[in-house]
């Protein structure tokens, strides 16, 4: 009966998403992988996260699962962020065993490291045992650049692409992002390629208003001082140096000016980058907050949000900003420019250009981020709250929990379904497509 579709589920019994990041560090894609986790139709799915070892630099999110029944994560202490052959081996057949116990209907990852090793370990299951586990990839970034010299980059993009071929489906978490993998890197082709936003709990950040004062408070700086932040991992790639060079000659353009820099996160960079603020005579302008859970009060005083990387995917700090009316500029770097939207119409400078939801500055470029700076400070109060009320409305859109949820559910079912409908033939194509 050769065409005829194989069943492959009750369409009664739920479907077993396990998912997999490498770890629970301070980010977007921790709250990411908490939201699915804990958020997907009940009635339909059944959610298991499967994540590895903090590193003792990096800020813990762990938290996020306290006191939620039933979606404590699996730890592998084996899958970390250090490159280990040994423990990166280990991690591999503790994944495989993992897929073995758990009989997956859907293994989804999350960042690099345990992108490789779960989608390996689900062609090695198929392999074991005949049966073929869906696979579905998210890109949050990527570290095709800013990260390695280009020969470790090149490789990594090899392995990218030989991987998208057994995929199932590749999230990209902006439009720009999926062109960079269809088009610039051509990881994989734009069909196999599905643009999901990120999404989050707003309500925190739309109504953090009422908690203004608190942060300034607890930092020593008054209501009358100018309030500059950047939040994030105190990394490479996040490019804090280009941040304080531009508050230097932000500083030098505006002598008496009242005004702070908050460096709010922490890292491997902290102990140099504190050196850094010395040597460029910044002491006494920057301030170290390290981690702050209470993200909603940081937002709520911070008078404009920096954000200086080479390389993002969707900063979630420019959308938490934005949810809390605070003006954003920021570099050139993955979806930034689709958060800060097209130019507004304002003659652009040569180091920077005034968007609709904010300001866009070149990579490296510390004079063009200062007189960007500068352009916010001087805004016409009309037009910054133009500014921030489109902000604020367009993340409302487009970034809540609930459409989210809805984006993931959807392809999971087109996933599911495609999989019920395949035919004997089909079968022979997949197995092709994975070398067997």
Same mark, same amino acid.
């Given at each position: 009966?050769?065409?005829? /579709?194989? #069943? ?9 998403? =396990?998912?997999? !990041?490498?770890? $629970? &560090? !301070? ?86 490291? /345990? ?5 390996? /370990? ?31 980059? @090149? ?25 960079? $993998? +269809?088009?610039?890197?051509? !990881? ?15 309500? #925190? ?36 140096? $280009? ?29 140099? @980058? ?23 009060? =940081? ?7 920096? $954000?200086?990387?080479? &390389?993002?995917?969707? #900063? ?26 097209? #130019? ?29 700076? +500068? ?10 709250? /133009? ?43 997949? &197995? ?5």
């Amino acid at each position: 009966m050769a065409g005829k /579709a194989v #069943p492959l589920r009750h369409p009664d019994r739920k479907i077993k998403v =396990v998912r997999f !990041i490498a770890r $629970l &560090n !301070i980010g977007g894609p921790s709250i990411h992988v908490h939201l699915l986790t804990t958020g997907l139709n009940r009635n339909r799915f059944r959610s298991i996260l499967v994540t590895g070892k903090i590193s003792p630099q990096e800020g813990d999110m762990s938290y996020l699962f306290n006191g939620v029944s039933g979606s404590k994560p699996i730890i592998i202490r084996e899958l970390q962020r250090e490159i280990s052959p040994a423990m990166d081996l280990k991690a591999f057949f503790q994944i495989l065993r993992i897929l073995f116990r758990e009989e997956p209907d859907i293994v989804h990852s999350h960042t690099a490291k /345990a992108g490789t090793s779960a989608r390996i /370990a689900a062609i090695v299951y198929h392999l074991l045992r005949g049966k073929h586990i869906l696979t579905v990839h998210t890109f949050h970034g990527h570290v095709f650049e800013g990260y390695f010299s280009p020969g470790k980059s @090149l490789m990594f993009i090899c392995i990218e692409r030989l991987l998208a071929i057994p995929t199932d489906a590749i999230v990209a978490i902006s439009m720009t992002q999926k062109r960079d $993998l +269809s088009e610039r890197f051509r !990881i994989a082709p734009g069909a196999k390629i599905r643009t999901i936003p990120l999404g989050f709990d707003l309500k #925190p950040f739309l109504k953090s208003h009422v908690l203004k004062g608190r942060f300034r408070s607890s930092l020593g700086v008054g209501k009358d001082t100018l309030l500059v932040g950047i939040v994030g991992r105190l990394v490479p790639v996040k490019r804090h140096e $280009l941040f304080f060079d531009a508050a230097g000659i932000f500083v030098e353009q505006h002598p008496g000016i009242q005004i702070r820099f908050v460096v709010v996160g922490d890292g491997e960079l902290r102990k140099s @980058l504190e050196g850094y603020v010395g040597q460029r005579g910044l002491s006494e302008y920057v301030i170290f907050s390290g981690w702050r859970r209470d993200l909603p009060e =940081v937002y709520a005083d911070l008078d404009i949000l920096g $954000l200086t990387s080479l &390389n993002e995917g969707t #900063p979630v700090s420019i959308i938490e900003a934005m949810a809390a009316s605070t003006p954003v500029i920021a570099t050139d770097a993955g979806g930034v420019p689709d958060l800060l939207g097209p #130019p507004d119409g304002h003659p652009d400078s040569e180091g920077f250009v005034a968007c609709r939801r904010g300001v866009l500055c070149r990579k490296e470029d510390a004079r063009g981020f200062a007189d960007g700076l +500068s352009y916010l400070v001087e805004m016409d109060k009309g037009i910054r709250k /133009a500014l921030v009320g489109e902000a604020r409305a367009f993340v409302e859109q487009h970034f809540s929990e609930e459409r989210l949820l809805k984006d993931i559910e959807t392809l999971y079912l087109e996933l599911m379904e495609r999989k019920h409908m395949m035919v004997p033939g089909q079968e022979h194509a997949l &197995n092709r497509s994975l070398g067997i």
